[in-house]
């Protein structure tokens, strides 16, 4: 047999020469952690189905606050979690409501060192679980909803917050949640537009983590996970509607569709590595069938790869520090 003139393992010959040849590298500033916050809660409470994972109470959030940003992430992600829900999911827009006083409580702790974000969706404050105003019949009141969702935005941005991140996927969220905030002289308040969100079966472990009172399904306006060109509608509209940023959620399952809005787009995008794909590798590993954490940053990495600049996840705090070490 001929000798190899050609040997690619050159570069792979020790950690030195990997590191220095590395393709893609997740960094910790490109990281956001999603936190849980829970009205009445004095300690913080276990999430049973997202091992780590908390509803914080508020002194507890601001202590995770301090230590995420003393780790190097990027973001913050908030959601709320009210000790009472009503129809309209009242509570969300309330000043003193459990979220809007959580960002006024991490915009006090860690001020500009991170990205303040809030989940800007009505799903956690309605007794019905779904993400907008419901119709007499039963069924989501899309334009009813728009107007909800700039009230929301502009309680949002009154207790402080930086970005807002509209989930429901309404059509038109992205136009009218920047009217709202323009129109209330918030212009700085950047709109972080969940564009593509599907109807995922990932997304279990989250609604615990919100106690959602969620009966029946939203797929009259999450996306079919068959779909991919409806995807790259989604994100044209948001973007001309004013979209800072856009994202792709779950992550994992979707990567493909990642790299699709990664090269139809020039804002910056996001995905979300949801509960579920958390869940089922802390799963797998607490039974010792992986390596938890070669496989968590195998995952960012894929997430990076795929064309994610920003990731939310729900290691963002371990493993901005394990790669800080690393690198």
């Given amino acids: 047999m001929p000798y190899p003139e050609i040997r690619p393992r050159r570069l792979r010959r020790n950690a ?6 590395s393709e893609t590298r997740v960094d910790p500033a490109e990281l956001v952690v999603p936190m849980f916050v829970r009205e009445g809660l004095t300690e913080p409470r276990a999430v049973a189905s997202l091992p780590g994972v908390l509803q914080h109470s508020r002194d507890s959030l601001r202590k995770a606050a301090v230590e995420a940003v003393q ?4 973001g913050i992600m908030l959601f709320g979690v009210p000790a009472s829900r009503d129809e309209s999911g009242s509570g969300g827009l309330d000043p003193d409501g459990i979220l809007n006083a959580a960002i006024r409580d991490v915009v006090s702790e860690v001020g500009d060192a991170t990205v303040v974000m809030a989940d800007l969706c009505l799903d956690e404050f309605t007794s019905h679980g779904h993400c907008g105003l419901l119709t007499p019949d039963g069924g989501v009141d899309n334009d009813a909803t728009l107007a909800e969702y700039g009230r929301m935005a502009v309680a949002q941005a009154d207790a402080g917050v930086h970005m807002v991140g509209p989930s429901g996927m309404m059509d038109g969220q992205v136009g009218a949640i920047r009217r709202a905030l323009d129109a209330a002289g918030h212009q700085d308040v950047a709109v972080l ?3 593509v969100k599907y ?3 990932f997304f279990g472990p989250f609604r615990d983590a919100v106690e959602s009172a969620l009966e029946g399904d939203r797929r009259t306006y999450q996306q079919d996970p068959a779909n991919l060109r409806e995807s790259l509608r989604e ?3 948001d973007v001309a509607e004013g979209a800072d940023l856009v994202m792709v959620k779950p992550a994992l399952p979707y990567l493909d569709v990642v790299s699709a809005v990664r090269a139809a787009v020039d804002v910056p995008v996001a995905a979300y590595q949801v509960s579920g794909e958390y869940a089922t590798v802390e799963a797998a590993a607490a039974n010792g069938w992986i390596d938890r954490e070669q496989v968590m940053l195998e995952t960012l990495t894929s997430i990076r790869r795929a064309g994610a600049q920003i990731i939310l996840t729900y290691w963002a705090v371990e493993a901005a520090q394990l790669l800080r070490r690393r690198y």
């Fill in 16 to 21: 030195a020469v990997r590191r220095l040849v």
């Fill in 71 to 74: 780790a190097g992430v990027g």
């Fill in 193 to 195: 537009a969940y564009a």
């Fill in 199 to 201: 109807a995922s079966a």
């Fill in 235 to 237: 994100v044209e509209l």
